[in-house]
């Protein structure tokens, strides 16, 4: 059983390796914190913390870094969460306030958390699969191209350019645009997706317009099945490159891994959250997606009613206090800033 005393030797070991890269010894420990005991009282509380594989030495006689158990030992019973500076929570504000759709505000968001922590960010889209289809848009740019916008009622917003068949004219246009708003306006995007999936089932005609309509028609299906998919929108890759000394093995998984999502959806998917929202999964709790290097945190937050996920992937010596503080404080701002949106609407 590890002591009171061994718990802050232990904090202390974490905060100090985070600080200076460099394992910790017992004199550091005594010259740094006030511990009022000797080093060779701080040596047997490390020893004793050595024997339940919470610090470990990398080399012979060399100090002691934490182990992936060590820093959960800490993130769970150690760590006190920072409060931002002025300057950090400005910041935010500066980086989240100011118009934009859900896409260009998921944008900053992770472009100001990455900033803030000199980590890889992550957020989640909210689930779409239940929004609701509020319009569908034209922008005619004549003769055969047509920009199709589709918005939902949580705000996400989709914009592709349609190639038609044969140039039509504006009247053409706006009959095809409410051929297509009557197939999915009002809808949920599960349903207008289906009704959309009915039309294009039935057979073709030559007519302009139906020609025109099920081009179209295609375009919308393939967005509203995009609103139906998780994704994530991710900044800060290059830190990981910058910080390719705080892994052992190769950074190639986590490369891999922000390339393909689906990784990263599944892990951040399967975190348990505590009472403020917060969760954290550290190094080798991550090998089953392969990342056993590697640390993520994250945090909820809420989109009209559906709940997704902001947070962090970084190597397992992290600021943890500081990180999980910065994840927390931009759910929070970014919930407040979608419950604005939502009820100006």
């Known amino acids: 059983m590890v002591s009171e005393r061994g718990l802050q030797v232990l904090r202390a070991i974490v905060q100090d390796y985070v600080d200076t890269h460099e394992p910790v010894g017992s004199k550091s420990i005594v010259d740094r914190h006030q511990f009022g005991v000797s080093a060779a009282t701080i040596r047997n509380d490390m020893a004793l913390l050595e024997d339940e594989d919470l610090i470990v ?32 929570r400005t910041a935010i504000a500066s980086f989240l306030d100011g118009p934009g759709d859900l896409d260009d505000l998921l944008v ?22 239940r929004a609701n289809v509020s319009h569908v848009e034209f922008v005619h740019l004549g003769a055969r191209r047509v920009v199709v916008i589709v918005v939902t009622d949580t705000g996400r917003v989709s914009q592709r350019l349609a190639f038609l068949r044969e140039e039509l004219d504006e009247a053409e246009v706006a009959r095809v645009k409410r051929g297509v708003g009557d197939l999915v306006t009002g809808k949920s995007v599960r349903d207008g997706a289906q009704a959309l999936a009915e039309f294009l089932a039935t057979a073709a005609t030559d007519e302009r317009i ?56 599944r892990l ?16 080798r709790e991550n090998e089953p997606f392969g990342l056993p290097e590697a640390s ?17 992937l970084g190597p397992t010596r992290m600021d943890y206090p500081t990180n999980l503080a910065a994840v927390r404080a931009v759910a929070h701002y970014l919930s407040r800033l979608l419950d604005e949106d939502e009820k100006s609407r």
């Open 268 to 283: 951040m998917g399967e975190m348990v959250a505590d009472e403020q929202g917060l969760a954290a999964s550290i190094g």
């Open 210 to 265: 139906d020609q025109a309509l099920r081009t179209v028609a295609h375009i919308v299906a393939e967005e509203l099945e995009e609103f139906r998919q998780d994704k994530l929108v991710m900044a800060g890759s290059a830190t990981l490159a910058r910080r390719e000394a705080d892994f052992r093995g190769s950074i190639y998984p986590l490369l891999e891994a922000i390339e393909e999502q689906v990784t990263l959806l």
């Open 57 to 88: 030495a990398p080399h012979t006689s060399s100090g002691r870094v934490p182990t992936d158990k060590g820093y959960r030992v800490f993130v769970d019973h150690l760590a006190e969460l920072r409060p931002l500076t002025a300057a950090q």
């Open 296 to 312: 993520v945190i994250a945090g909820d937050y809420d989109a009209t009613g559906t709940r997704a996920r902001v947070g962090l």
């Open 108 to 129: 900053r968001t992770v472009r100001s958390l990455t900033q803030l922590t000199g980590q890889v960010a992550i957020v989640q889209y909210p689930s779409f699969a």
